[in-house]
């Protein structure tokens, strides 16, 4: 069921991964598997499953308690510090909430995605290099919105903002993009739409990508390759389209019920 | 079901606390000599100050606008040096973005320290130091205007949306930029508001150390008192009014519209 664990195109590694939070509460235990470079990957599990602390464990948002994860080789840090911010620069990161400066253009939110690679006074004084602000915009060209460009973040729709989170995570160059819960503040058609823009920069650019999903049949669509996730742990590893119902079953729980689809009746 | 009793009035407490407050009063009144009597017995030596006041003496105005110049002058480099001060000041005492702990609580003192001792203490420090005139005024006001702006701001600053900041850290942004692209710009209309309202604090602080031999319009009129020229006092008085509600007038306008 894991990919091959010798073959060096493993983009990332967990070795019996585990998250404790301070207050005792378990994010994720025990979790081994190898995802490879390239993939296309899509979490499921209901709330509290531990999806978001599986994929803040590859960044080092959330600090592991308990084993390890290498992304392209290397240990994630579990210190702050330069290594955890150069590790960060190569692993971008779209969130439910977008995380836009609202009052901000467009652009300029498009250019924290540079952070890493610009000196810190002149990224803080608004004096981007040339070169980043032509990344910026090729990224905002890649997800189709390059138009609003110089407008402020806040007044663009949902669909619009997420997209402007996903030009901000190309704007990194990443190897890696982490997409956590990417369409759950999202209406049905534009969900679609977005899934497909996450699709076609995996294709096109071949940035490793993984998804964090609540709706079922989305899952079933996009995810060449499903994990489930239950009470933080690793209870299902295969590809999207062998799914079955019972499958679904073992990760919720439960069975299957209406709110676990985004639109389409259960087939 | 029973209703319930009502509760204890405490008509002890409120008694005590009323008798406490009373008290206070007649002692502190007593103390520094305050009577109803001695003010009517006094009234007719007010009036005669009010009718030698009695036209402003308009002539005087044009001798008034340099010193104006000056007190707005003295205010606007007090602000301005001010508000840039305030600005890592306020950061690092809030609490959610500051580095560490000692960081937090070593500026969360210094800010009220600050605070603690009037403007009229700094102008005094200031003067011992860089001599009586516009420039210790200056310099008051600039540690004043870091007490005011830094304890507003760095409220505003605590009651950011942290998941922005953490946007930037998860695209591998350091401390600086997680502040400066992450916190700050959620922040920059408040914190144009604060230093307006500051500024509006410094021309009335301008003035009040004018008094004490900073200069601007506070030391003429400190001067004309001593002369008993009543009737150019009158007049600044006068002119201060409409120049203070002028500029509040004007900032609040400002403010109104960035917020």
Redesign the interface.
């Known amino acids: 069921m894991p990919a091959n664990a010798d073959s060096h195109d493993a983009m990332i590694r967990f070795r019996g991964a585990g998250v404790t939070y301070p207050n005792g509460v378990v994010g994720l235990e025990d979790v081994s598997l190898d995802i490879r470079r390239g993939e296309f990957v899509v979490i499921v599990g209901s709330s509290g499953a531990g999806k978001s602390t599986f994929l803040r464990t590859i960044?080092g948002?959330t600090p592991l308690s308990a084993g390890s994860i290498e992304v392209a080789g290397q240990p994630v840090p579990r210190k702050q510090g330069r290594e955890l911010?150069?590790?960060?620069?190569r692993?971008?990161?779209v969130?439910q909430?977008f995380?836009?400066?609202r009052?901000?253009s467009v652009l300029n939110n498009v250019l924290?995605?540079?952070?890493?690679r610009v000196a810190?006074?002149r990224?803080?004084?608004n004096l981007w290099p040339r070169a980043d602000v032509e990344l910026a915009f090729g990224a905002l060209e890649r997800v189709g919105i390059v138009d609003k460009a110089y407008t402020r973040a806040g007044q663009l729709s949902g669909g619009q903002q997420q997209r402007v989170g996903i030009a901000?995570?190309l704007a990194?160059e990443p190897e890696v993009i982490l997409a956590d819960e990417p369409v759950a503040s999202l209406d049905p058609v534009t969900c679609h739409q977005v899934m497909e823009d996450l699709l076609r920069i995996n294709r096109e650019l071949g940035i490793t990508t993984l998804v964090n999903l609540h709706f079922l049949d989305l899952a079933r669509r996009y995810g060449q390759r499903i994990i489930g996730l239950q009470q933080g742990r690793l209870v299902f590893d295969g590809a999207g389209s062998d799914v079955t119902d019972a499958d679904f079953q073992r990760i919720y729980g439960r069975r299957p019920e209406e709110d676990d689809f985004l639109q389409e009746a259960r087939a | 079901m029973n209703r319930p009793a009502p509760p204890d009035r405490q008509l002890g407490l409120w008694f005590t606390i009323a008798a406490g407050l009373v008290a206070m009063t007649v002692w502190s009144g007593v103390s520094i000599g305050f009577s109803i009597s001695e003010l009517v017995c006094n009234a007719p030596g007010g009036s005669r100050l009010l009718r030698e006041s009695w036209p402003p003496d308009f002539a005087f105005l044009p001798r008034l606008i340099g010193p104006f110049l000056e007190t707005v002058q003295i205010a606007l480099i007090g602000t301005v040096v001010g508000a840039v001060i305030a600005i890592p000041v306020a950061v690092l005492a809030a609490r959610p973005v500051s580095p560490n702990w000692l960081t937090w609580i070593l500026d969360r003192n210094f800010m009220n320290i600050l605070r603690t001792l009037p403007d009229l203490f700094w102008a005094m420090l200031f003067a011992t130091a860089v001599g009586f005139g516009p420039l210790a005024g200056a310099l008051a006001l600039s540690v004043f205007s870091v007490a005011v702006i830094s304890k507003l701001f760095s409220e505003s600053v605590e009651a950011i949306d942290l998941?922005?900041t953490?946007?930037?850290?998860?695209?591998?942004?350091?401390w600086?930029?997680m502040?400066?692209?992450?916190a700050l710009?959620?922040v920059?209309?408040q914190y144009a508001a604060y230093v307006l309202y500051a500024f509006e604090l410094n021309v009335r602080g301008s003035m009040v150390l004018g008094l004490v031999g900073a200069g601007g319009i506070g030391m003429i009129l400190e001067t004309q008192r001593a002369n008993f020229e009543y009737e150019r006092v009158a007049m600044i008085i006068l002119a201060v009014l409409v120049v203070v509600l002028l500029i509040e007038q004007f900032s609040i306008a400002l403010r109104r519209r960035l917020t």
């Open positions: 960044n948002l911010r150069q590790l960060r620069a692993i971008g990161m969130f909430d995380r836009l400066v009052r901000v924290i995605g540079r952070v890493a810190g006074w990224s803080v004084l901000r995570a990194q | 998941n922005l953490e946007a930037v850290r998860a695209s591998g942004g350091s600086l930029q502040i400066g692209l992450g710009p959620q920059w209309p």
